[in-house]
C-alpha cells in the first residue's frame, strides 16, 4: 500500500529565510508524485509534480523539490520565503500510478499537511 | 480558478438530515474525485468517476454515495449526518491519464450541528 509522511506539522520561519519541508513516501510501484498548497479558506493548488526524469523539479512560486529514490523522499524547498507563502502544504502520491498506465485510475494519497508559518 | 465549481460554498444542516453537494469538472476532464478533509482525519480519498461510471472507492460510508451524470457533473450524497460529518469536502477532476493532475475545487464546508 502506498502512503506519505510528512515530518513536520508546522514550520515557523522568518521572511527571507529558506525553508525544506519534508515528505517521504512509501510505495511498491512507480510513483507520481506531487505537493499541492492551500491557502486558507480556499482550495488545493498544484505546486509541482514528479513523474519521471530530472529528479529536480521546478514549480511555481520559486518551490522546487528533489526526488530521492533511495530515500524515498520528495522534500520541497525555497530558498527565500516571503509573507505570502504562509498556507499549509501537501505531499501526495497517486495512487496505483505505473509507466505506462492509461487508465483511468489514481486517487491521491495525501500527507497529513504542513502549515508554513512566515514570520516578518 | 481551476475551473472546478462547487456548490454550495457553505452547508449548515442537523444531524439525521440528507444533504447534496453539486460539482462541476474542468471543461473536458472525464474523472471526478471526491475528498474528505477533517482536522483529524486530514485529505481522505472518498470516491471516483470516470464518465459516468464509479472507478474506485476509497474511505467512504455506506451512508454516503455519489454519482456522475452524463454531462459530467457529480453529486455526493450524505445520510443520516452525524456531528462527524463535518468537514470540508472538495471534488477534483483531470483528463484520463494517471499522471495527469487533479485540479480541485474551493470546497463545500459543511458544518452538522
Known amino acids: 500500500a502506498q502512503s506519505v509522511t510528512q515530518l513536520d506539522s508546522q514550520v515557523p520561519v522568518f521572511e527571507e529565510a529558506p525553508v525544506e519541508l519534508r515528505c517521504n513516501y512509501s510505495?511498491?510501484?512507480?510513483?507520481?508524485l506531487f505537493w499541492y498548497v492551500q491557502y486558507p479558506n480556499q482550495g488545493l493548488q498544484l505546486l509541482l509534480k514528479y513523474l519521471s526524469g530530472s529528479t529536480l523539479v521546478k514549480g511555481i512560486n520559486g518551490f522546487e523539490a528533489e526526488f530521492n529514490k533511495s530515500q524515498t523522499s520528495f522534500h520541497l524547498r525555497k530558498p527565500s520565503v516571503h509573507i505570502s507563502d504562509t498556507a499549509e502544504y501537501f505531499c501526495a502520491v497517486r495512487a496505483g500510478a505505473s509507466i505506462g498506465y492509461g487508465g483511468s485510475q489514481g486517487n491521491l494519497i495525501f500527507g497529513k499537511g504542513t502549515k508554513l508559518s512566515v514570520k516578518p | 480558478d481551476s475551473g472546478v465549481t462547487q456548490t454550495p460554498k457553505h452547508l449548515i444542516t442537523a444531524t439525521g438530515q440528507r444533504v447534496t453537494l453539486r460539482c462541476s469538472p474542468r471543461s473536458g476532464d472525464l474523472s471526478v474525485y471526491w475528498y474528505q478533509q477533517s482536522l483529524d482525519q486530514g485529505l481522505q480519498f472518498l470516491i471516483q468517476?470516470?464518465?459516468?461510471?464509479?472507478?474506485a472507492k476509497g474511505n467512504i460510508l455506506e451512508r454516503f454515495s455519489a454519482q456522475q451524470f452524463p454531462d459530467l457533473h457529480s453529486e455526493l450524497n450524505l445520510s443520516s449526518l452525524e456531528l462527524g460529518d463535518s468537514a470540508l469536502y472538495f471534488c477534483?477532476?483531470?483528463?484520463?491519464?494517471?499522471?495527469?493532475?487533479?485540479?480541485f475545487g474551493p470546497g463545500t464546508r459543511l458544518t452538522v450541528l
Open positions: 468517476y470516470y464518465n459516468g461510471e464509479e472507478r
Open positions: 510505495s511498491s510501484v512507480s510513483v507520481y
Open positions: 477534483a477532476s483531470s483528463r484520463e491519464r494517471a499522471y495527469n493532475e487533479q485540479f
